[in-house]
């Protein structure tokens, strides 16, 4: 059974399994088409599939889940016994996963709150964490609440326990930035996330871009002319943001294990203050979209959590 308020995200978080299970987080998956076939995310297409098929040049596309897949989501939390739920989600920017989410909310029987963060990866993902947190807290609460006969104001509680775990996620969300680079624009270009003239004068000039999530959307950041310097400055861009805050950092990697790895255990020295340190492949959806060679660190600063 879940408790009172249930989580529900969507498979671009790249969230550990373990945090996952433990926070009974619902993950809705995206959609990735390989040529004809199309494969749920996390579930029947793997990173390395995707690498290797943009290696070969395959056409590599995804796609939102429909809003009856939320549908279901949300009658599943319901029935397991959430009386609310929090559905936090990559930005709109990027897909049109929250509006999806949005659609099917409007006949949920029970009350949602849809949060755009404007971000993804483990970006989005620190969002999450953050109204899990919350939720754990509330639902504790609601418990010992319960267990004491007092429950004739159960609807109003449900809502204003809702409204703070969506603020928790929307203030880390504030907070939580993003930075990548990529071997090549080409991948962003195709899949229409970055401006074809950003891309060619990229590919003109033979720079290694640095990019940055800003206003929910991809943009660069920096250009700079070798891989080897591109990576360092990734480094340095993630301390001087990390400053002397208590954040998490996550080092995402497409294909590129040994430098993701390298990178964040030097960030672990780096970093004065540094509270979780996550280091995974992306997904196959974000994947399609960036290329094999994707390096990218995320700092979410840990917010007060007593919203």
């Known amino acids: 059974m879940l408790g009172h308020l249930a989580l529900v995200t969507d498979s671009t978080a790249y969230l550990p399994q373990e945090a996952v299970d433990r926070h009974r987080i619902q993950v809705v998956p995206l ?3 390989v040529g004809d076939e199309v494969f749920a995310e996390g579930v029947e297409i793997s990173p390395k599939d995707v690498a290797e098929a943009l290696r070969a040049k395959q056409r590599v596309t995804t796609s939102r889940p ?3 897949t939320f549908t279901a989501a949300y009658r599943a939390a319901a029935d397991a016994g959430a009386r609310g739920i929090v559905s936090v ?4 920017e990027l897909s049109g996963t929250a509006e999806a989410a949005r659609l099917a909310a409007a006949t ?3 009350p949602v709150r849809v949060v755009d963060s404007r971000l993804v990866g483990m970006a989005l993902g620190s969002c999450v964490l953050a109204a899990a947190e919350i939720a754990g807290a509330l639902d504790d609460s609601w418990v010992e609440t319960t267990a004491r006969g007092v429950e004739a104001d159960g609807s109003r509680t449900t809502e204003a326990d809702l409204d703070r775990v969506a603020s928790a996620a929307e203030r880390r969300a ?4 993003g930075f990548f680079y990529v071997d090549t624009l080409e991948h962003l270009r195709r899949g229409g996330r970055i401006g074809t003239a ?3 004068v990229g590919s003109a000039l033979a720079v290694k871009p ?3 999530l800003t206003g929910g959307r991809i943009e660069p950041l920096e250009k700079v002319r070798t891989a080897s310097r591109a990576i360092a400055r990734l480094e340095e861009i993630a301390v001087e943001h990390a400053g002397d805050r208590t954040v998490d950092v996550a080092v995402h ?3 590129a294990e040994d430098r993701a790895e390298a990178l964040a255990e030097r960030l672990r020295e780096r970093v004065p203050k540094l509270n979780e340190l996550y280091v995974s492949e992306v997904g196959a959806v974000i994947g399609a979209h960036v290329g094999p060679g994707l390096l990218a660190v995320v700092v979410a600063p840990v917010v007060g959590s007593t919203g």
């Open 66 to 68: 429909s809003p009856e």
């Open 31 to 33: 959609s990735v088409a």
């Open 198 to 200: 950003q891309a060619l």
């Open 89 to 92: 989600h990559i930005s709109a």
């Open 210 to 212: 640095l990019l940055h």
């Open 174 to 177: 504030e907070a939580t930035s």
């Open 108 to 110: 949920a029987p029970v």
């Open 253 to 255: 990697h497409l294909a």
